[in-house]
């Protein structure tokens, strides 16, 4: 089978525009990810991720760094405003080098971001409630 860059997505929300907060709910989100799917950093290409624009305390990808990732390319950036989207929402896009098909990769959503992908239910995301892990 052959490898190819498959994107594997995230997104979960804070209550507050805290570095703290912020940096907790990456680290669960990308944690998640990483597990569900069996990443390892080798593999991946990069990571982008996206905040809206009511956070700004501090960037996202600080979690991945803090979590040993210093080698893979790490971006972020702010996500389109748009009227009625949901809040104070990080999102996570890896780029992953795998022979996985479309099909077996896991995305996950957790807290109010899981209302930002209702159509892939249930068949090809992890949806986390408050609480539940991997």
Wanted: proline fraction near 4%.
């Amino acid at each position: 089978m052959a490898v190819r860059v498959r994107g594997v997505r995230g997104a979960t929300t804070v209550d507050h525009n805290t570095a703290e907060e912020i940096l907790d709910a990456t680290r669960k989100l990308l944690e998640a990810i990483v597990h569900a799917n069996a990443i390892e950093e080798d593999d991946v290409a990069s990571v982008i991720f996206t905040t809206t624009g009511d956070l700004n305390a501090v960037f996202p990808a600080k979690a991945g760094r803090d979590m040993g990732w210093h080698r893979t390319a790490l971006m972020g950036a702010k996500e389109v405003d748009v009227p009625d989207g949901i809040p104070m929402c990080i999102r996570i896009l890896i780029h992953w080098n795998t022979e996985k098909t479309l099909d077996e990769i896991q995305h996950v959503y957790m807290r109010g971001a899981m209302a930002l992908r209702p159509d892939l239910y249930p068949d090809n995301k992890i949806v986390l409630k408050e609480g539940e892990e991997v």
